[in-house]
C-alpha cells in the first residue's frame, strides 16, 4: 500500500520559517518525481515546487527565494524549507509523487501564517 504522510505544518508568524517533511512507502522511491502543492481556501490546487528523480527542482515563481526543495532518498523522504513566510502562503501543502502513469498524494498539512 502506498502511502506519502506528510508533517511539520503549522502556525507561524509573517517572516518565520516551516520545514515540511513527506515519507513516503509502497513505491520505490528514487524513480519518482516528487512535490509539493498547496490549495488555499476557495482556489484551485497550485504547484508549490516539484524535484525529479535526479535532483532537478522546479518552483512557483511566488516562492522563488524563500522555499526549497529537497529529498533524501535514503530517507525516502521529500522536505520544503519555507523561509519568509507571507500570509499569502496559507494553504494546505500536499505532497505528491509521480513516475509513468502513477500519482500518489498524501492527506495535507496545513500551514497558516498569521501575526
Known amino acids: 500500500q502506498v502511502q506519502l504522510v506528510e508533517s511539520g505544518g503549522g502556525l507561524v508568524q509573517p517572516g518565520g520559517s516551516l520545514r515540511l517533511s513527506c515519507a513516503a512507502s509502497?513505491?520505490?522511491?528514487?524513480?519518482?518525481?516528487t512535490g509539493w502543492y498547496r490549495q488555499a481556501p476557495g482556489k484551485q490546487r497550485e504547484l508549490v515546487a516539484i524535484?525529479?528523480?535526479?535532483?532537478?527542482?522546479n518552483y512557483a515563481d511566488s516562492v522563488k527565494g524563500r522555499f526549497t526543495i529537497s529529498r533524501d532518498n535514503a530517507k525516502e523522504t521529500t522536505y520544503l524549507q519555507m523561509n519568509s513566510l507571507k500570509p499569502e502562503d496559507t494553504a494546505v501543502y500536499y505532497c505528491n509523487a509521480e513516475y509513468r502513469d502513477s500519482h500518489y498524494w498524501g492527506q495535507g498539512t496545513q500551514v497558516t501564517v498569521s501575526s
Open positions: 509502497g513505491i520505490i522511491f528514487g524513480l519518482y518525481r
Open positions: 524535484i525529479s528523480a535526479g535532483g532537478v527542482t
